[in-house]
């Protein structure tokens, strides 16, 4: 079974710059989590889907932050303008339901000068 | 105060040795799972735990409802152990789904 894939694996970008980390979840997996970890913390939700309608965005920096999951499959999770405390490496998972064990990506590591 | 707090934050063992990693929540929970991430950020879910003991190869996570505490056991440690270990708990159903609330992390360190 392939695993939960995300690219860039790596971004570096200036600050007030535009970036965009996609991800593709499990096949089947109905539920699709993107979270953002900042070194020496544990991850942090920042927007979690339910095929292609969200079910909690409340941490979600809606200002600069969006992320959509139009045909319920295929993630995207763009930040623009990027500040420099958005370096960070950013997670996706799924789940086949609510509940059940989330199965992570590699991350999409983002280094913003 | 954290809802999830870990303890410790830094171990480094010798090769072989009994590794106890401990987690304290203090929310109502469905699930508690333990993660392992290696440098370069990807994570590993290893246990999912709602009451008991799980065991898998040399790793053991039990759970203890009463107490809202979990630990996470790695019998005869190796190097390739080496990872930050994450407990990370779940709300219920009725209030948020699966959404999970994660510790900081213990960074072990096992040397040869």
């Known amino acids: 079974e392939a695993g939960v894939a995300q690219s860039p694996r790596y971004k570096i970008i200036e600050k007030r710059q535009s970036v965009a980390f996609w991800c593709n979840p499990i096949?089947?997996?109905?539920?699709l989590y993107w979270y953002q970890q900042i070194l020496g913390q544990g991850p942090k939700l920042l927007i979690q889907?339910?095929?292609?309608?969200?079910?909690?965005d409340s941490q979600l920096p809606k200002d600069r932050f969006s992320a959509e999951r139009l045909k319920g499959v295929d993630s995207t999770l763009k930040i623009q303008p990027a500040k420099l405390e958005d370096s960070a490496v950013y997670l996706c998972?799924?789940?086949?339901?609510?509940?059940?064990?989330?199965?992570f990506g590699p991350g999409t590591r983002l280094l913003v000068l | 105060k954290n809802e999830v707090e870990q303890s410790p934050q830094n171990l480094t063992a010798q090769e072989g040795e009994f590794i106890t990693i401990n987690c304290s929540y203090s929310?109502?929970?469905?699930?508690l799972h333990w993660l392992q991430q290696h440098p370069g950020g990807g994570i590993v879910s290893l246990f999912m735990?709602?009451?008991g003991k799980k065991k898998h190869g040399r790793l053991i996570a039990t759970i203890n409802i009463q107490e809202k505490h979990s630990s996470l056991h790695i019998t005869a440690s190796h190097p390739r152990d080496s990872a930050v270990y994450i407990c990370?708990?779940?709300?219920?159903?009725?209030?948020?789904?699966?959404?999970?609330?994660f510790g900081e992390g213990t960074q072990l360190t096992v040397n040869p």
């Open positions: 998972a799924s789940t086949q339901d609510r509940g059940k064990t989330q199965y």
């Open positions: 929310v109502g929970i469905s699930a």
């Open positions: 990370a708990v779940g709300a219920g159903w009725e209030t948020s789904g699966s959404r999970l609330t």
């Open positions: 735990l709602s009451s």
């Open positions: 096949s089947g997996h109905a539920t």
């Open positions: 889907f339910q095929n292609n309608g969200v079910v909690d």
